[in-house]
Protein backbone atom coordinates (compact mmCIF):
# COMPACT_ATOMS: atom_id res chain seq x y z
CA UNK A 1 0.00 0.00 0.00
CA UNK A 2 1.53 3.17 -1.15
CA UNK A 3 0.12 7.29 -0.43
CA UNK A 4 0.67 10.09 -2.26
CA UNK A 5 0.93 13.00 -0.40
CA UNK A 6 -1.55 14.22 -2.10
CA UNK A 7 -3.77 12.03 -0.89
CA UNK A 8 -2.50 12.13 2.41
CA UNK A 9 -3.05 15.83 2.49
CA UNK A 10 -7.02 15.23 1.21
CA UNK A 11 -7.39 12.63 4.53
CA UNK A 12 -5.94 15.14 6.80
CA UNK A 13 -8.69 17.93 4.98
CA UNK A 14 -11.69 15.82 5.60
CA UNK A 15 -10.35 14.69 8.71
CA UNK A 16 -10.43 18.53 9.54
CA UNK A 17 -13.61 18.97 8.04
CA UNK A 18 -15.65 17.18 11.01
CA UNK A 19 -18.28 15.72 9.04
CA UNK A 20 -19.03 15.23 5.19
CA UNK A 21 -17.28 17.33 2.35
CA UNK A 22 -18.38 17.46 -1.40
CA UNK A 23 -15.41 16.67 -3.89
CA UNK A 24 -15.59 20.21 -5.35
CA UNK A 25 -14.38 21.87 -1.94
CA UNK A 26 -11.52 19.35 -2.13
CA UNK A 27 -10.88 20.58 -5.59
CA UNK A 28 -11.44 24.35 -4.94
CA UNK A 29 -8.70 23.48 -1.66
CA UNK A 30 -5.79 21.86 -3.37
CA UNK A 31 -6.48 23.45 -6.83
CA UNK A 32 -7.22 20.06 -8.38
CA UNK A 33 -9.25 19.03 -10.96
CA UNK A 34 -12.71 16.94 -10.18
CA UNK A 35 -10.86 13.95 -12.37
CA UNK A 36 -7.54 13.97 -9.87
CA UNK A 37 -9.79 14.35 -6.38
CA UNK A 38 -11.93 11.38 -7.60
CA UNK A 39 -8.72 9.07 -8.57
CA UNK A 40 -7.67 10.71 -5.04
CA UNK A 41 -10.79 9.26 -3.01
CA UNK A 42 -11.18 6.27 -4.93
CA UNK A 43 -7.72 5.46 -3.54
CA UNK A 44 -8.34 6.30 -0.10
CA UNK A 45 -11.75 4.54 0.01
CA UNK A 46 -10.29 1.19 -1.31
CA UNK A 47 -7.49 1.81 1.57
CA UNK A 48 -10.68 1.89 4.08
CA UNK A 49 -9.66 5.77 5.30
CA UNK A 50 -12.85 7.33 3.49
CA UNK A 51 -16.86 6.54 2.54
CA UNK A 52 -18.91 7.83 0.33
CA UNK A 53 -22.21 9.28 1.61
CA UNK A 54 -23.75 9.75 -2.06
CA UNK A 55 -22.05 12.69 -3.84
CA UNK A 56 -20.30 13.48 -0.83
CA UNK A 57 -16.88 12.02 1.12
CA UNK A 58 -16.83 11.56 4.81
CA UNK A 59 -13.81 9.66 7.36
CA UNK A 60 -14.79 5.86 6.72
CA UNK A 61 -15.89 4.04 10.01
CA UNK A 62 -12.91 1.70 9.84
CA UNK A 63 -10.04 0.90 11.81
CA UNK A 64 -7.71 2.47 9.53
CA UNK A 65 -9.32 5.58 9.56
CA UNK A 66 -9.63 4.88 13.24
CA UNK A 67 -5.88 4.96 13.53
CA UNK A 68 -5.21 7.35 11.21
CA UNK A 69 -6.91 9.86 13.85
CA UNK A 70 -5.39 8.86 16.70
CA UNK A 71 -2.14 9.18 15.17
CA UNK A 72 -3.02 12.81 13.36
CA UNK A 73 -4.24 13.92 16.78
CA UNK A 74 -1.17 12.77 18.94
CA UNK A 75 1.65 13.93 15.84
CA UNK A 76 -0.34 16.58 14.34
CA UNK A 77 2.77 18.87 14.57
CA UNK A 78 4.48 16.22 12.65
CA UNK A 79 5.66 16.06 8.93
CA UNK A 80 3.09 13.08 8.17
CA UNK A 81 2.30 13.80 4.29
CA UNK A 82 6.09 13.62 4.13
CA UNK A 83 6.97 10.58 6.53
CA UNK A 84 4.06 8.40 4.89
CA UNK A 85 4.59 9.05 1.25
CA UNK A 86 5.44 6.82 -1.26
CA UNK A 87 7.47 3.56 -0.51
CA UNK A 88 8.21 4.73 2.80
CA UNK A 89 5.14 3.33 4.00
CA UNK A 90 6.65 -0.37 3.04
CA UNK A 91 9.77 0.50 4.87
CA UNK A 92 7.96 1.87 8.07
CA UNK A 93 6.12 -1.80 8.32
CA UNK A 94 9.26 -3.89 7.45
CA UNK A 95 11.06 -2.27 10.91
CA UNK A 96 10.15 -3.79 13.67
CA UNK A 97 11.48 -4.31 17.09
CA UNK A 98 14.26 -7.18 16.30
CA UNK A 99 16.79 -5.04 14.05
CA UNK A 100 17.13 -5.29 10.77
CA UNK A 101 20.26 -4.86 8.45
CA UNK A 102 19.39 -2.61 5.05
CA UNK A 103 20.30 -5.88 3.01
CA UNK A 104 17.51 -7.66 5.31
CA UNK A 105 14.95 -4.59 4.49
CA UNK A 106 15.80 -4.35 0.73
CA UNK A 107 15.17 -8.09 0.60
CA UNK A 108 11.74 -8.04 2.75
CA UNK A 109 10.91 -4.78 1.08
CA UNK A 110 12.29 -4.66 -2.61
CA UNK A 111 13.39 -1.36 -2.29
CA UNK A 112 17.02 -0.60 -3.31
CA UNK A 113 19.69 -0.11 -0.69
CA UNK A 114 20.58 2.97 -1.39
CA UNK A 115 16.83 4.31 -1.37
CA UNK A 116 16.79 2.75 2.36
CA UNK A 117 19.60 4.54 3.38
CA UNK A 118 17.76 8.05 2.39
CA UNK A 119 14.64 6.77 3.51
CA UNK A 120 16.15 5.57 7.03
CA UNK A 121 18.19 9.37 7.17
CA UNK A 122 15.11 10.68 7.31
CA UNK A 123 13.33 8.38 9.85
CA UNK A 124 16.27 8.78 12.20
CA UNK A 125 15.56 12.15 12.53
CA UNK A 126 12.29 12.20 13.41
CA UNK A 127 12.31 9.82 15.52
CA UNK A 128 11.36 6.71 14.12
CA UNK A 129 13.67 4.19 13.55
CA UNK A 130 16.69 3.09 15.55
CA UNK A 131 20.27 2.75 14.05
CA UNK A 132 22.79 0.47 16.36
CA UNK A 133 25.72 -1.31 15.38
CA UNK A 134 25.59 -4.20 14.22
CA UNK A 135 28.09 -6.64 16.89
CA UNK A 136 28.19 -9.61 14.64
CA UNK A 137 29.76 -7.80 11.75
CA UNK A 138 30.42 -4.40 10.30
CA UNK A 139 27.44 -2.02 9.48
CA UNK A 140 24.36 -1.10 11.35
CA UNK A 141 20.80 -2.45 12.25
CA UNK A 142 17.61 -0.35 12.48
CA UNK A 143 14.94 -0.92 14.46
CA UNK A 144 10.91 0.96 14.81
CA UNK A 145 10.90 3.12 18.15
CA UNK A 146 7.38 2.14 19.86
CA UNK A 147 8.37 4.03 22.37
CA UNK A 148 7.89 7.49 20.43
CA UNK A 149 5.72 5.85 17.29
CA UNK A 150 3.32 3.28 18.76
CA UNK A 151 0.52 5.30 17.01
CA UNK A 152 2.38 4.87 13.23
CA UNK A 153 3.34 1.53 13.87
CA UNK A 154 -0.65 0.54 14.93
CA UNK A 155 -2.06 2.57 11.53
CA UNK A 156 0.22 0.86 9.19
CA UNK A 157 -0.53 -2.55 10.63
CA UNK A 158 -4.29 -1.50 10.61
CA UNK A 159 -4.31 -0.06 7.15
CA UNK A 160 -1.84 -3.69 5.88
CA UNK A 161 -4.83 -6.24 7.57
CA UNK A 162 -7.58 -4.10 5.46
CA UNK A 163 -5.66 -4.37 2.34
CA UNK A 164 -4.74 -8.11 2.82
CA UNK A 165 -8.42 -8.90 3.21
CA UNK A 166 -9.52 -7.23 0.24
CA UNK A 167 -6.65 -9.86 -1.52
CA UNK A 168 -6.88 -12.70 0.39
CA UNK A 169 -9.82 -15.48 -1.05
CA UNK A 170 -13.03 -16.32 0.71
CA UNK A 171 -12.00 -19.68 2.10
CA UNK A 172 -8.47 -18.88 2.77
CA UNK A 173 -6.89 -18.35 5.95
CA UNK A 174 -4.67 -15.70 6.78
CA UNK A 175 -0.99 -16.55 7.83
CA UNK A 176 0.80 -13.29 7.81
CA UNK A 177 1.02 -9.99 6.67
CA UNK A 178 4.55 -8.51 4.93
CA UNK A 179 5.14 -5.12 4.31
CA UNK A 180 4.60 -5.73 0.57
CA UNK A 181 2.65 -9.27 0.25
CA UNK A 182 0.45 -11.24 2.22
CA UNK A 183 1.02 -15.48 2.83
CA UNK A 184 -1.99 -18.00 3.44
CA UNK A 185 -3.24 -21.34 3.46
CA UNK A 186 -6.54 -22.98 1.80
CA UNK A 187 -7.39 -26.85 1.50
CA UNK A 188 -8.18 -26.10 -2.18
CA UNK A 189 -5.41 -24.92 -5.19
CA UNK A 190 -6.44 -21.28 -6.33
CA UNK A 191 -4.88 -18.79 -8.29
CA UNK A 192 -2.05 -17.65 -6.38
CA UNK A 193 2.17 -18.67 -6.28
CA UNK A 194 2.69 -21.49 -4.72
CA UNK A 195 5.12 -21.14 -1.32
CA UNK A 196 5.92 -22.81 2.15
CA UNK A 197 5.18 -26.35 2.76
CA UNK A 198 3.28 -26.57 -1.22
CA UNK A 199 6.98 -26.57 -3.02
CA UNK A 200 9.04 -28.30 -0.52
CA UNK A 201 8.86 -31.30 -3.07
CA UNK A 202 10.48 -29.22 -5.82
CA UNK A 203 13.03 -29.31 -3.43
CA UNK A 204 13.28 -33.01 -2.61
CA UNK A 205 11.35 -33.02 0.54
CA UNK A 206 7.92 -34.63 -0.07
CA UNK A 207 5.46 -34.13 2.20
CA UNK A 208 1.99 -34.98 1.04
CA UNK A 209 -0.01 -31.90 3.32
CA UNK A 210 -3.23 -31.66 2.27
CA UNK A 211 -2.71 -27.50 2.94
CA UNK A 212 -2.14 -25.28 -0.04
CA UNK A 213 -0.22 -22.41 1.45
CA UNK A 214 0.00 -19.12 -0.99
CA UNK A 215 1.34 -15.70 -1.81
CA UNK A 216 0.53 -12.61 -3.53
CA UNK A 217 0.93 -10.83 -5.24
CA UNK A 218 1.76 -13.62 -7.86
CA UNK A 219 5.66 -13.21 -8.13
CA UNK A 220 8.83 -15.80 -8.20
CA UNK A 221 10.19 -17.03 -5.28
CA UNK A 222 13.75 -17.85 -4.60
CA UNK A 223 14.55 -20.36 -1.99
CA UNK A 224 14.90 -17.98 1.17
CA UNK A 225 11.69 -16.93 0.39
CA UNK A 226 10.09 -20.40 0.26
CA UNK A 227 12.19 -21.12 3.58
CA UNK A 228 10.66 -17.69 5.37
CA UNK A 229 7.66 -18.52 4.69
CA UNK A 230 7.66 -21.94 6.17
CA UNK A 231 8.81 -20.47 9.20
CA UNK A 232 6.11 -18.27 9.53
CA UNK A 233 3.78 -21.56 8.20
CA UNK A 234 4.64 -23.69 10.99
CA UNK A 235 2.36 -24.47 14.05
CA UNK A 236 3.31 -27.96 14.83
CA UNK A 237 6.45 -30.02 16.01
CA UNK A 238 6.02 -32.32 12.06
CA UNK A 239 6.18 -28.55 10.47
CA UNK A 240 9.08 -27.43 12.33
CA UNK A 241 10.62 -30.69 11.98
CA UNK A 242 10.44 -30.40 7.73
CA UNK A 243 11.66 -26.82 8.42
CA UNK A 244 15.02 -28.22 9.81
CA UNK A 245 15.24 -30.82 7.20
CA UNK A 246 15.17 -28.17 4.67
CA UNK A 247 17.51 -26.01 6.49
CA UNK A 248 19.84 -28.90 6.46
CA UNK A 249 19.65 -29.54 2.70
CA UNK A 250 19.83 -26.28 1.65
CA UNK A 251 21.92 -24.72 5.09
CA UNK A 252 24.78 -23.02 2.54
CA UNK A 253 21.78 -20.61 0.98
CA UNK A 254 20.04 -20.43 4.40
CA UNK A 255 22.65 -19.81 6.87
CA UNK A 256 22.69 -16.47 7.30
CA UNK A 257 18.87 -15.34 7.39
CA UNK A 258 17.45 -13.37 10.36
CA UNK A 259 14.18 -14.99 11.93
CA UNK A 260 13.14 -15.57 15.37
CA UNK A 261 12.41 -19.27 14.61
CA UNK A 262 16.18 -19.67 13.74
CA UNK A 263 17.68 -19.27 17.34
CA UNK A 264 15.60 -22.38 18.19
CA UNK A 265 16.32 -24.29 15.41
CA UNK A 266 20.26 -23.74 15.66
CA UNK A 267 19.61 -24.75 19.56
CA UNK A 268 17.66 -27.93 18.05
CA UNK A 269 21.19 -28.92 16.55
CA UNK A 270 23.57 -28.28 19.15
CA UNK A 271 21.13 -30.50 21.04
CA UNK A 272 19.31 -28.82 23.35
CA UNK A 273 15.96 -29.27 24.12
CA UNK A 274 13.70 -26.88 22.90
CA UNK A 275 9.64 -26.56 23.90
CA UNK A 276 7.85 -26.99 20.60
CA UNK A 277 10.28 -28.47 18.45
CA UNK A 278 12.07 -31.60 17.60
CA UNK A 279 14.34 -33.41 19.69
CA UNK A 280 18.10 -34.00 17.75
CA UNK A 281 17.53 -37.28 17.61
CA UNK A 282 13.83 -36.77 15.90
CA UNK A 283 15.97 -34.44 13.02
CA UNK A 284 18.73 -37.12 12.66
CA UNK A 285 16.22 -40.09 12.24
CA UNK A 286 14.01 -38.42 9.55
CA UNK A 287 17.33 -36.86 7.78
CA UNK A 288 18.89 -40.22 7.37
CA UNK A 289 15.53 -40.42 5.28
CA UNK A 290 16.31 -38.00 2.96
CA UNK A 291 19.94 -38.49 3.31
CA UNK A 292 21.04 -35.42 4.69
CA UNK A 293 23.80 -34.61 7.30
CA UNK A 294 22.46 -33.24 10.75
Same mark, same amino acid.
Given at each position: ??????????L /???????????????????GL?????????????Y???V??????? *?L *????P???????????? *???L??????????????L??????????S?????????L?????????V??????????????????????????????????????R????????? /??I???? /?L?R???????????F????? $??????F???? $????????S????? /?H??????????????I????????????I?H?????I???L??D??????S???????????????
Amino acid at each position: MHLKKSEIGVL /IYILNSGGVIHPRDIAREFGLRLETVSRILSHLEYAGLVRREGRSI *AL *AKSEPAESFKRLYYNRR *ASPLADILRGRRITLIAALDRDPKSVSELSAETGIPAKTLYFYLKDLIRVGIARKIKNKDRNGFLYSFNYTLWAELKSFLTSLLEHEARQQLPEDAVL /IKIYSNS /ILFRSLRQLDATPTSFSVYEQ $YGIDLGFRDHY $YTLPKRKLSIRDVF /IHSLDSAESISHRLYCILFYLKYRDDLSDISHPVMRRIRAVLRGDRVRGYPSLDEVKSRAVMYGLES
